[in-house]
Structures are given as structure tokens and as C-alpha cells.
């Protein structure tokens, strides 16, 4: 669908050129020029690329009426503008210098592959919440989640690559611009807290509709949903009795994102057999 | 000495013209800096003035209606104040004109004058001068416009380079990487065993950025307690070190001693209880205090005197590329300065 008269692809695909453009300037900035680049510039450019995804996702939710989540490019869409918003409105408090243009990194790679992979936005696949607002909410919760769990393994991504500086004593590259290790920590600890919290309300109102109607979720489905939830669940246990050293914790927070982003897979695969209660009659989607 | 230009007049003394001890006489309180002004501005011909006077530098900047005395009035108001021979100032201090002196009065406000080059504290020093002078009733429209022009230049040197990045000696490296790995110091322990004088430098600068629980560590308790009482912190026996090492982040070695005092084995049985709490090992000693293989163990960093040593080199190096940017960003400044000022017939009137 179009929307000021531009198509909600087009929409999208000036988002990512914004997001790109935010996480060159940063790098150019620190790695060329050597300077800091102040926060307010980078927030400025990510949240134009932020406010044109979302009416791009606007544009695509008005076509079914509700939450555009019925395909993979959506899917890694939805994923990606959960993952901005965090930045936008909760990094400032997070306090992590450089963070900004890890975001933008992250939201230009996912987006770059969602537009250039065409069969993950396929036109005939229909929306998957049939008229329950609580499913809707039960999915868009579950792809906030796994944007931050996708800043999760962006702020250990930089423990590991701060800690391995520090261990080499490397001093050069992104190292100055970077926060302390001790404050990723903190950080990585608050948003495995944030994203399980997320998750579990999320699987919680699935759980609602799926004790009601098993045959409504796919096994895959409900296996890699599972086993993704399990998986951070452990994480926080082991983070908070301190089992894991802070190396381990990163290179799992990154492990287990990496296996949320398959999980996807079975998200998005057609289901077996229609659930009543996600039998409504879909919008039409324009080709 | 050529005055060309010489209706804009500085007067420097500071530590590229003369030794600390000739320095220290020239060094003024707030009420004598009051006296100064009074005295240079009984004579007519010197219109405005700007006195700026730190630990390291005496300045002055004066507008004379005389181009051709002003300057030989400056020094001889000035050996009167100081009562010293008007040679032996002349000797002590360099003299510049017109642009030349806004272009020192925008190296010294970036801290390309400094001691320590790039230093940040010296343009709050200069702010307050000018503050001073404002108040006093001394700056006019020439030293108003030149001050106000110069901190811009000075700010765009200080964003557009690299003056102020990156500490160039060792004592400040160590506190760098302490941030790096800790944020901020203010919840930190640090201990220092030995009682070099880097190792208290490093204490010291540690203290200054705001850690505040401090262990001191000696071969001998009685000399354990005398440091502990003049630095500040608690007495520690260096022979139970281990019964105390968890108690610490950071910890600055410089002691005197033909083993070393910690190797992986002995730090792999605290590093448990220290529930991944990074421990920041500072071998400052020779021979070495820390055994390299302290370094293997995850969450332990170990910088001995030759690491940190390389990091305030290339630091340097990189300061040297940064300073001469700066110079010809202030060379062009003041030019662009002295001309809008001659625009405006503030100078060049003769």
C-alpha cells in the first residue's frame, strides 16, 4: 500500500539508506577523522530512519488492519524498528557511547537482507492473527523482544571487542569512542532482564490461546519459541548466580540472539492446518 | 624588537621563556592583580589590559595609544610592581604584537602552551582572567573582540582535533585504562605496593579522578603505616597479600623485589570470589612485580611500565600530529581576527 504516495517498501528502503548513512557518518567520524561525534547527531539521523520505517510499517499494517508480522520481511522489520525504538527512547538512559552507531549497523545489515531477499516478503502469504487483538499483541511483543535481545548481542559484541583491546592492549580503532567494560556488563545484564521480561509476557498471552486451541500453533513453531525462551532463561540464572565469566555470557547473549533469528524461520513457515480461532478472512494484498 | 603593530602588545612570562624559580616570583593574588591593573593604568597611553596569571604563565595584553612606548612603559611598570631590575624582566619574558600576540593568546587558550600539551584546564584560567578584567573595568572593544573571537578559535581547536585526546604520561595512561575498564572509580579500591614515586603519581591521579579507598602495601608495617599516613588509606603487610588482594580492582606495583608478588596460579584461586570483578594489574617495578602469565587469566589486565609507556608514545605521537594542525588553524584565526579588528579601526590607527 502507498501512503503519501510512495509505497511502503519505498518507505522502508529510505529508512535503510538513513540507517546507513548514520552508521558510516559515526564510523567515518571516530575511525577517519578521530573524533567523538556527539550523541544528539547520530540520535537525529537514526530517528529520521525510525520515523520512516514506522510509516512504512504504518503503510503495510493499514493494507491488513492490523500489525504487518505475516511474512519474514516483516517479521525482520518489526524485529528491527523494536530495535531502534529501544535505542531511541531507552539508550539515552543506558548512558553507552557508541551505541548509536552499533544500532544503526545492526538495523542497515537486517534491513539491507530483508529488501534484498524478494521471496521473504511474499505477497501471498495472508496475516496470521485472524481477529484477536491478543495474538497481535502476543507477536508484536515477541519481535520487541528479539530487538533487544538484538541489542543484547550488540552491546556484547562490544564487551568482547573492548575486553579483547584491553587484554591486547590495543588502544587504536573504536576503543577510545567505546564505553567501559564494566558499564557494558551492567547494560548486558538490564536487557537479558528487559528482553526475557518481554518474552515471557509475550509467551504468556500465546499460551492463553494455545491452551485453548493446541492445534493453533505449528510444532516447529512452539518448539523454537521454547527453546529460545529456555535458552535466555538459563542465561539469567547463570548471569545472576555469576556462573559464567562475562567472555562466556557475551559470546551466549550472541549465540542464542543468532538462534532467535533462526526461530524465525519457523515463525514464518505456513501452518498445517488453519485455526479456527485465526479464521477470519483476510484483505487482499495489492501484488 | 620590532613593534609593527605594536598598538596590541603581549607580555609573556612563562615556562618556555624562564626556570620555575625565577617563574615563582612573578606569581599574583587576586588583590595584587588589582594593584597591577591600577598601576599599569596610570599611564595614559596604555588604554586596555588583560592580566593572566597561572602557575605556569604570567601574561599581558595591553592596547596603547603608543605603539612605539607601549611596550618599554609595560616593562617598566612592571619592574617597578615587582621591583626588579626592568633588564632582568625583559630577559624573563618574550614580547609580541598585533597578531602574533592573538595568535599566542589562541594557542595558550587551546593548551598548545601548556606544559602538558593539550591540557583543558588553562582555557577555565583564561576565562576567568578575561572575567576579571571585565570586572575591573579594564577590557575595552579591542581586548573585548580579541577574547571573545579568540576562545571560539580556541574551542574549534580543541573539537576539530586531537589535542586533547589520549594521556601522553604514564601515570594518567594507567588512570585511563582504569576508566576503561571500570567507568567510574568512585565505587574502585586501589592499592599501592611499594612506594615509588610513579606508583604514588599513579595513587594520586587515581585519587583525583575521584577513587577514594586506598590500601598502601610494604615489605616492612612501619613503613606500610608512614605511607598509609601521608598518602591516606590502610597499612597493609605485603607478605599476607593474599589475605587482602580481593579486597581491591586496582593494584599499583612498584615495589622492590626479586620474584614477583602475583603469577596466574596465585591470582587463579581469588579469581572465584571475585565473582568476575575485573582486576586491574599496574606493574610499575623493575624488575617486574606481576609474573606475564597474570594476563592469561579472563577478567585480569596487566599493564606493566613498558605497555603504558607505549601508550603514552603513541599518544604523543599522535599529539605532535594534532599540534601542528592546531597552529595553523590559530594562524589563521588571528589573521582573520586582526583583520576584522582592523575593519572595525580598532588597530592598525597609526
Known amino acids: 500500500m502507498s501512503l503519501f504516495g510512495i509505497e511502503d517498501r519505498q518507505w522502508i528502503f529510505l529508512a535503510t539508506v ?75 538512559a543506558f548512558r553507552v557511547s557508541f551505541l548509536g552507531m552499533f544500532t544503526s549497523t545492526f538495523a542497515s545489515v537486517f534491513s539491507i537482507l530483508s529488501l534484498t531477499v524478494r521471496s521473504w516478503d511474499s505477497p501471498s502469504r495472508v496475516p496470521i492473527f485472524g ?59 538490564r536487557l537479558l532482564a528487559i528482553g526475557f521480561f518481554i518474552l515471557s509476557a509475550s509467551l504468556a498471552i500465546g499460551a492463553v490461546y494455545w491452551f485453548r486451541e493446541t492445534e ?39 549465540a542464542v540472539f543468532a538462534t532467535a533469528l533462526l526461530s524465525l524461520e519457523a515463525v514464518d513457515q505456513p501452518k498445517a492446518k488453519e485455526s479456527p480461532l485465526l479464521d477470519s478472512t483476510p484483505p487482499a494484498r495489492s501484488p | 624588537m620590532s613593534t609593527h603593530h605594536g598598538e596590541l602588545l603581549l607580555i609573556t612570562i612563562n615556562h618556555e621563556t624562564v626556570s620555575l624559580e625565577k617563574r615563582e616570583r612573578y606569581s599574583l593574588g587576586d ?44 616593562f617598566k611598570t612592571l619592574a617597578s610592581f615587582y621591583n626588579i631590575q626592568r633588564e632582568e624582566i625583559e630577559s624573563h619574558a618574550r614580547i609580541r604584537f598585533g597578531q602574533e600576540a592573538i595568535k599566542h593568546l589562541i594557542e595558550v587558550s587551546a593548551g598548545l602552551r601548556s606544559q602538558i600539551t593539550g591540557e583543558a584546564e588553562i582555557f577555565g584560567q583564561v576565562k576567568k582572567a578575561y572575567a576579571t578584567c571585565q570586572r575591573l573595568g579594564y577590557s575595552g ?41 571500570f567507568g567510574s572509580l568512585k565505587n574502585t579500591s586501589a592499592l599501592v605496593v611499594g612506594t615509588g614515586e610513579t606508583g604514588e603519581k599513579t595513587a594520586k591521579a587515581l585519587r583525583s579522578r575521584g577513587a577514594s579507598n586506598f590500601g598502601v602495601a610494604s615489605h616492612h608495617s612501619e613503613r606500610a603505616n608512614e605511607i598509609a599516613d601521608k598518602w591516606g588509606g590502610n597499612p597493609h603487610a605485603l607478605g599476607e597479600l593474599e589475605t587482602y588482594l ?27 570470589a571475585r565473582k568476575n570483578r575485573p582486576l586491574f594489574l599496574i606493574d610499575l617495578g623493575l624488575p617486574r612485580n606481576m609474573d606475564a602469565s597474570c594476563q592469561e587469566i579472563e577478567n585480569v589486565y596487566l599493564y606493566n611500565l613498558d605497555d603504558l609507556a607505549k601508550i603514552a608514545k603513541d599518544n604523543l605521537s599522535e599529539r605532535r600530529a594534532a599540534i601542528k594542525q592546531s597552529e595553523k ?18 588597530v592598525n590607527f597609526q
Open chain 1, 18 to 92: 538513513v540507517f546507513v548513512v548514520a552508521a558510516a557518518l559515526r564510523a567515518y567520524t571516530a575511525l577517519k577523522l578521530h573524533r567523538k561525534a556527539k550523541r544528539p547527531s547520530t540520535l537525529m539521523l537514526v530517528c529520521f530512519g525510525w520515523i520512516l520505517q514506522t510509516i512504512g510499517l504504518y503503510a503495510r499494517g493499514l493494507e491488513y488492519g492490523g500489525c504487518p508480522l505475516s511474512n519474514r520481511f516483516e517479521l525482520v522489520q518489526f524485529m528491527v524498528w523494536s530495535a531502534i525504538a529501544l535505542y531511541i527512547f531507552v539508550g539515552p
Open chain 1, 131 to 189: 481477529d484477536s487483538p491478543w495474538i497481535e499483541t502476543h507477536a508484536a511483543l515477541a519481535l520487541f523482544s528479539y530487538g533487544v535481545f538484538g541489542i543484547l548481542a550488540l552491546t556484547s559484541v562490544m564487551y568482547l571487542l573492548q575486553s579483547r583491546s584491553l587484554k591486547q592492549k590495543k588502544m587504536g580503532g573504536l576503543f577510545p569512542y567505546m564505553p567501559s567494560i564494566f558499564e557494558l556488563t551492567q547494560i548486558n545484564f
Open chain 1, 216 to 254: 493453533s500453533v505449528d510444532q516447529p513453531k512452539l518448539g523454537t519459541t521454547i527453546v529460545v525462551w529456555f535458552a535466555y532463561g538459563i542465561l539469567i540464572l547463570l548471569r545472576s548466580r555469576q556462573t559464567l565469566s562475562y567472555k562466556q555470557y557475551s559470546w551466549t547473549c550472541i
Open chain 2, 31 to 74: 588583590a595584587q592583580i588589582k594593584m597591577l591593573y591600577d598601576a599599569l593604568h596610570h599611564s595614559p597611553i596604555l588604554e586596555e589590559s588583560l592580566i593572566l596569571n597561572t602557575c605556569n604563565r604570567f601574561e599581558l595584553y595591553s592596547k596603547t595609544s603608543d605603539p612605539k612606548n607601549g611596550g618599554a612603559i609595560a
Open chain 2, 141 to 181: 572593544r579591542l581586548i573585548n573582540r580579541m577574547v571573545q573571537k579568540g576562545f571560539q578559535a580556541a574551542k574549534l581547536i580543541r573539537q576539530s582535533t586531537q589535542i586533547g585526546e589520549g594521556q601522553i604520561n604514564i601515570s594518567n595512561v594507567a588512570v585511563d585504562l582504569s576508566l576503561k575498564i
Open chain 2, 246 to 272: 580481593n579486597d581491591y580492582d586496582i593494584i599499583i606495583s612498584s615495589s622492590e623485589t626479586d620474584s614477583p608478588l602475583l603469577d596466574a596460579r596465585s591470582l587463579a584461586k581469588h579469581m572465584d
Open chain 2, 329 to 346: 588553524i590559530a594562524a589563521q584565526k588571528s589573521a582573520s581576527i586582526w583583520q576584522m579588528l582592523e575593519s572595525r579601526g580598532l
